[in-house]
């Protein structure tokens, strides 16, 4: 009896010490911050442009093949079957091109994307830890993570907004 006594009293401390060193928690609103940063502002319409550059490229080759398709379609019941051959092979080879070019601009496009957007997060990260060492949290959740059930915890996005300037 004694023994379970002096194990019950063991086990209660260690929740009691357990309870004592709980964790400090906040949360942040990420999306809200990234998005009031000019430098993302400004990384997001460079990206933006680059894209519809990329697609207005694509596009224009690809109404380009759609005429010559148009073309050689009317024209075929005219050519001789080896004329036929070589366009058909011209207008797969061009269309292969141009899954290239998508490909490539896909490529290129997310290159350009974690290069404009690495800067950015470093300088999140970095204002983050300095509010989160500055405050004692020890942990601090995404406010817009649907994995989020409860919050109860102090909000980090004021701090991390006045460390960032905005």
Request: no cysteine.
């Amino acid at each position: 009896m004694k023994k379970l006594s002096v194990l019950f009293a063991a086990v209660m401390m260690f929740a009691a010490v357990g309870v004592a060193k709980a964790q400090k928690v906040a949360t942040l609103d990420v999306a809200g911050i990234l998005n009031l940063m000019p430098e993302k502002k400004k990384a997001d319409e460079q990206l933006l442009a680059l894209s519809n550059a990329k697609r207005a490229e694509i596009e224009k080759q690809m109404k380009s093949a759609q005429e010559l398709y148009a073309k050689y379609a009317e024209e075929a019941p005219k050519q001789t079957q080896q004329v036929n051959e070589q366009r058909n092979a011209e207008l797969q080879k061009l269309q292969q091109n141009i899954a290239q070019m998508e490909q490539a601009a896909q490529k290129d496009l997310g290159e350009k994307t974690d290069a404009a957007y690495a800067p950015i997060e470093k300088k999140f990260n970095d204002a983050v830890s300095k509010v989160a060492t500055a405050n004692g949290w020890e942990l601090i959740f995404d406010a817009n993570n649907a994995g989020l059930i409860y919050k109860n915890g102090a909000d980090a996005t004021a701090a991390v907004k006045k460390e960032l300037g905005l």
